[in-house]
Each structure stands twice: as structure tokens, then as C-alpha cells.
């Protein structure tokens, strides 16, 4: 069964700074990864999605992500954070199975301090 | 804005009662997913239509339905309700949602807030 651990339940960075968000995956065959964005009181956005290609994949906002199947991982990154990035974030493993199931990790609150 | 429409945004009700979520899909998206957040269960997946069928069933009680209409939108009816299902609903669609493909990112609504009382 598939399943996603995201191991950071949050995470405070400081304005400018780099972040890595981390995420690991259980999936038997490829997998359809996502990365969401949820600000408080708000749907969910898709910030980048990884199907198959080109491991390093680029999202909206700045963000990109690297899949490495050797690790299981599909970590979240960007290179300066901006206040407005802090929300809740969500990795997901998709499955095209009959339907489409996507399964999600449990959340990674990040902060960000001035 | 997703383009993926729920109503209501808030609902109150009392232990027992049945309520009905509606979830307007994004035009054209065949696919509707119905998603429960809660705190201590975090983001869970309930169910998938395509088209009209169900596709994809996930943790969904039996106390919980949904249908997709012909005209694609999605309904999600809770019924017998239990302090323990006050949570956010969302609803989210995609264009396909079948095996494969590009187009399987999900669109999220704004959710539904339940609160039993």
C-alpha cells in the first residue's frame, strides 16, 4: 500500500534563508508524487508535480523538488524563503489504480521569522 | 481561485443528523474527489467518481455516500453524525483520472467546515 512520510511535523527558517522540506514515499511501482501548499483557511494548491522525466522538477513560487528513487524521497526546496511562504505543506503519492488515489503525509508547518 | 466550488463553506449540526456536501467540479473535469482533514487524522482520502462511476474508495465510513451527477458535480452525504466527524471537507477534481497520464493533478475546492455539535 502506498504511503508518505513527511518526518518534520514544522519547521522555522529565518527570511531568506534556504529550505528543504523532506518527504519519503512507499510506492511499488513509480510513483505520481506532488507537493501541496495550504494557507490557513484555504483549499489546497499544487506547487509541482513529478509523473516521470527529468528527477528535478520545477514548481510555482520558486519551488522545486528532486525525486530520488534510490532513497524513496521527493524532497521540497527552495533557495530564499519569503515571509508569504509560510502555510502548511503536503507531499503526495498518487496511484493510477481503477481510480486514482492520492495518499498524503501528514503536513509540514513551516514558519518563517523576520 | 481553482475553479473547483463547495458549498456550503460552514455547517453546524447536531449528533445524529444528516447533512449534505455539494462540490462543483472545475469545467470540463471529469474526476471528483471528496477528502476529509482533521486534526488528528490529517488530510484522508474518501472516494473517487469518473464520470459519473465510482472509482476509487478509500477511508470512507458506512455511514458516508457520495454520487456524481450527470452534469459532473459531486455530492457527499454524512449521515448519523458523530462528534467525531466535525472536520474539513474538501472536494477536488481533475480532468481525467484514470491509469496514467498527465493531467491527474488534483484541483481543491475551499473546502466545507463541519462542526457537530
Known amino acids: 500500500a502506498q504511503s508518505v512520510t513527511q518526518p518534520d511535523i514544522h519547521i522555522t527558517v529565518s527570511e531568506g534563508a534556504s529550505l528543504e522540506l523532506r518527504c519519503n514515499y512507499s510506492y511499488g511501482a513509480t510513483p505520481y508524487l506532488f507537493w501541496y501548499v495550504q494557507s490557513p483557511g484555504q483549499g489546497l494548491q499544487l506547487l509541482l508535480k513529478y509523473f516521470s522525466g527529468d528527477t528535478l522538477v520545477q514548481g510555482i513560487k520558486g519551488f522545486e523538488a528532486e525525486f530520488k528513487r534510490s532513497q524513496s524521497s521527493f524532497n521540497l526546496r527552495k533557495p530564499s524563503v519569503h515571509w508569504s511562504d509560510a502555510a502548511e505543506y503536503f507531499c503526495a503519492v498518487g496511484a493510477p489504480t481503477g481510480g486514482f488515489k492520492t495518499i498524503f503525509g501528514a503536513g509540514t508547518r513551516l514558519f518563517v521569522k523576520a | 481561485d481553482s475553479g473547483v466550488t463547495q458549498t456550503p463553506k460552514h455547517l453546524i449540526t447536531a449528533t445524529g443528523q444528516r447533512v449534505t456536501l455539494r462540490c462543483s467540479p472545475r469545467?470540463?473535469?471529469?474526476?471528483v474527489y471528496w477528502y476529509q482533514q482533521s486534526l488528528d487524522q490529517g488530510l484522508q482520502f474518501l472516494i473517487h467518481?469518473?464520470?459519473?462511476?465510482?472509482?476509487a474508495k478509500g477511508n470512507i465510513l458506512e455511514r458516508f455516500s457520495a454520487q456524481q451527477f450527470p452534469d459532473l458535480h459531486s455530492e457527499l452525504n454524512l449521515s448519523s453524525l458523530e462528534l467525531g466527524d466535525s472536520a474539513l471537507y474538501f472536494c477536488?477534481?481533475?480532468?481525467?483520472?484514470?491509469?496514467?497520464?498527465?493531467?491527474?493533478?488534483?484541483?481543491f475546492g475551499q473546502g466545507t467546515r463541519l462542526t457537530v455539535v
Open positions: 467518481y469518473y464520470n459519473g462511476e465510482e472509482r
Open positions: 477536488a477534481s481533475s480532468p481525467r483520472g484514470g491509469a496514467g497520464g498527465r493531467r491527474t493533478e488534483a484541483f
Open positions: 469545467s470540463g473535469d471529469l474526476s
